[in-house]
T-cell receptor, first 114, second 113 residues
Framework: GAGVSQSPSNKVTEKGKDVELRCDPI?????LYWYRQRLGQGLEFLIY????????KSGLPSDRFSAERTGESVSTLTIQRTQQEDSAVYLC????????????FGEGSWLTVV | QKEVEQNSGPLSVPEGAIASLNCTYS??????FFWYRQYSGKSPELIMF????GDKEDGRFTAQLNKASQYVSLLIRDSQPSDSATYLC?????????????FGKGTKLSVKP
């Protein structure tokens, strides 16, 4: 596609429910990143994929968070048993490769846990 | 712990002035440097990238890199109210973690008409 596409753009969920956030990177981009940004805060790194493997999962905040990527394309970020502290915008980004390439962001998925 | 530091601001400049945004980084192995702009409620968008020491100009924007001092800056000439946003500095080490890319927390710029 022309840009990084994320869905849903907005999600309101009840505390304790599971949510899935989807990211469709720019075609041909092998590197894919997930970040979290709470209101008024900076970008918080969650996970990075190179192809289908995730060499860096260091940012996942708890075992309630998981992510996968298939076919070197779409990635899904899953949050289980959501908590109010999970409310944030979840940003996906992609780049041609990890070394020396610009990353481009999607518009984000705004998650509100009530 | 590899870090990227930015003054959170807000940095307030009058319309038409030069805005100077600064960023320091701790990882001497960093190789690529990026400036992103983020409007409130929007995702970050790339403004400029720089790889080599010195200045790089693009329109009203100039990025400056000094690897010896581990310092990168962004100058915005003839600042406009539409430049009011948060500016994120990002630093990349091809052999590092976090997918090689580390972001600062951003500097909020306010351009007053």
């Amino acid at each position: 596609g022309a840009g990084v596409s994320q869905s849903p753009s907005n999600k309101v969920t009840e505390k304790g429910k599971d949510v899935e956030l989807r990211c469709d990177p720019i075609s041909g981009h092998t590197a894919l990143y997930w970040y979290r940004q709470r209101l008024g805060q900076g970008l918080e790194f969650l996970i990075y994929f190179q192809g289908n493997s995730a060499p860096d999962k260091s940012g996942l905040p708890s075992d309630r968070f998981s992510a996968e990527r298939t076919g070197e394309s779409v990635s899904t970020l899953t949050i289980q048993r959501t908590q109010q502290e999970d409310s944030a915008v979840y940003l996906c980004a992609s780049s041609l490769g990890a070394a020396g390439n610009t990353i481009y962001f999607g518009e984000g998925s705004w998650l509100t846990v009530v | 712990q590899k870090e990227v530091e930015q003054n959170s601001g807000p940095l307030s400049v009058p319309e038409g002035a030069i805005a100077s945004l600064n960023c320091t980084y701790s990882d001497r192995g960093s190789q690529s440097f990026f400036w992103y702009r983020q409007y409130s409620g929007k995702s970050p968008e790339l403004i400029m990238f720089i790889y080599s020491n010195g200045d790089k100009e693009d329109g009203r924007f100039t990025a400056q890199l000094n690897k010896a001092s581990q310092y990168v800056s962004l100058l915005i000439r003839d600042s406009q109210p539409s430049d009011s946003a948060t500016y994120l500095c990002a630093v990349q080490n091809y052999g590092g973690s976090q997918g090689n890319l580390i972001f600062g927390k951003g500097t909020k710029l306010s351009v007053k008409p």
